[in-house]
């Protein structure tokens, strides 16, 4: 089913995790303390919606990664009753597609639940002093690339990294609800 990301809390504190990314290795956000911009992207394996933009946040990360912004994806789905979005299946997704940033496994679903997560994709991108300034949708076309014609996941990035409040207006994300348990 369909869902709209919910009202994000702009200009809220980011909120810390530690949780197992596809490398085997335990994340959390200091890690990323010298990065000038965070992004936190709720997503999965199986979502239509991540798969037809996933290519996108792989160039968005490519794009601006020598400028100080990491993408982070966390799943959150519950893998019993959605397999295809297991740990195993993870790494062979982060595989198929190539992503070049963290992929985290929220297995007991507490942070999504504390970021008010609602659908696959989420995104929340949040400045040097990790508030929450963006908090919507890639760009104006999911299902197909060639349409696009505003960017403004991108937009909200360029006036960040410029030190510029985001003047465009932040449309929800669609997607996949999430998977609760």
């Not at 297995?107 to 400045?127: G, R």
């Amino acid at each position: 089913m369909a869902l709209e990301s919910k009202k994000g809390s702009l200009n809220s504190k980011i909120i810390d995790f530690n949780l197992l990314g596809i490398d085997n290795n335990y994340h959390s956000l200091k890690e990323y303390d010298n990065e000038k911009i965070l992004i936190i992207i709720f997503m999965c394996n199986h979502c239509p919606y991540v798969k037809a933009v996933i290519g996108r946040l792989v160039e968005i990360q490519n794009k601006y990664l020598d400028k100080g912004v990491k993408l982070i994806g966390i799943n959150p789905n519950d893998e019993i009753t959605y397999p295809e979005d297991s740990f195993e299946n993870m790494k062979l997704f982060a595989k198929e597609y190539n992503i070049n940033f963290l992929y985290l496994r929220d297995e007991t679903q507490n942070i999504a639940k504390e970021y008010d997560a609602a659908c696959t994709p989420d995104i929340y991108v949040y400045d040097n002093n990790r508030f929450l300034k963006y908090h919507g949708r890639i760009d104006d076309n999911w299902k197909d690339e060639n349409l696009v014609t505003q960017k403004e996941l991108e937009n909200a990035i360029d006036f960040l990294l410029a030190g510029e409040n985001i003047e465009s207006d932040q449309l929800p994300s669609l997607g996949c609800s999430i998977k609760w348990k």
